[in-house]
């Protein structure tokens, strides 16, 4: 099973905010509003929005929004 995880990270690595979901597109719906939000100082500051896979719900982080 493959498991999208998006993620929002502030300049020092903490997690602030995390969705995951079995579906790719919704997935990447994620990422997108979590781009878009970031202000421009944000982004400047060094917060990253990213998108991995995992193969386990084990491996998604406790805090995340689990989307069936």
Excluded at 38 to 63: C, F, I, M, N
């Amino acid at each position: 099973m493959t498991i999208w995880v998006s993620e929002q990270v502030d300049p020092s690595g903490l997690l602030y905010a995390c969705i995951a979901c079995c579906d790719e597109a919704q997935a990447q719906e994620c990422v997108q509003s979590f781009e878009k939000n970031l202000t421009p100082a944000q982004k400047a500051a060094g917060w990253q929005v990213r998108l991995r896979t995992v193969t386990s719900w084990e491996d998604v982080p406790s805090t995340a929004l689990k989307l069936g």
